[in-house]
């Protein structure tokens, strides 16, 4: 269960405060497909930004895995984020230098698998993207679509309980997009737990549950 209690994040500058979480409640199920939908600047990034354990909240409790994460010191955070998050994000963030092949392969580099089970792990994995011909290719070489599975790819070869997806379709045409949003229902249906943004009424009809993000505030849609 990942649980939001009066949950406050706010930003300062020398002559104004932003509420960017606003006494937030929100419980999600794990399995569940989630959507959250709201025009720019109303928290939608910064909500998935505390989900990740990128950012902290200022006010209220954020509890996920059992954990109570205020109380965690930043390396178990970062401990955790790896345990349980992928995250998938708008702009791919893929590493410009290195093949889909490696990648992909990153985090489980970071989390010490070994060698040898890491290319078996990522062998399969570009095989479930339809990446595999893709393997020794630079991002650069890719299109949008394809760089969007290989983002998903990487998100998920640590089979994650969790998936955080940021604009995911953002960047992409509509033939690609559908086939994104398309990946994420499959992994969604497989157990996995997906937090969408999305400016998209579209994308957001893939979730089995949408909330309206307003003014930092959530509400049903």
Not at 4 to 12: I, R, T, V
Not at 192 to 206: D, K, L, N, P, Q
Request: hydrophobic share 40%.
């Amino acid at each position: 269960m990942i649980k939001l209690e009066h949950a406050g994040k706010f930003y300062l500058t020398k002559t104004i405060k932003t509420l960017a979480l606003n006494n937030v409640d929100l419980a999600i199920i794990p399995g569940e497909f989630l959507s959250v939908m709201g025009p720019s600047g109303s928290g939608k990034s910064t909500l998935l930004n505390v989900l990740g354990l990128f950012e902290s909240l200022d006010t209220g409790r954020f509890t996920l895995d059992g954990e109570v994460v205020e109380g965690l010191s930043y390396s178990q955070k970062i401990a955790l984020r790896r345990r349980l998050i992928g995250y998938i994000f708008q702009s791919f963030s893929l590493i410009s230098h290195m093949t889909v092949n490696e990648n992909v392969a990153l985090p489980l580099k970071y989390r010490n698998v070994p060698k040898t089970e890491r290319k078996a792990r990522v062998k399969q994995t570009l095989e479930t993207f339809g990446l595999t011909p893709r393997a020794e290719h630079y991002p650069s070489q890719l299109s949008g679509g394809q760089q969007q599975r290989v983002a998903i790819a990487r998100a998920m070869i640590s089979h994650p309980a969790l998936i955080l997806a940021d604009e995911p379709t953002g960047n992409l045409d509509s033939k690609s997009s559908r086939a994104v949003l398309e990946q994420l229902k499959k992994i969604n249906g497989q157990g996995t737990t997906v937090v969408m943004v999305t400016h998209s009424r579209e994308a957001s009809s893939y979730a089995g549950r949408v909330l309206m993000m307003r003014d930092g505030r959530l509400d049903s849609h």
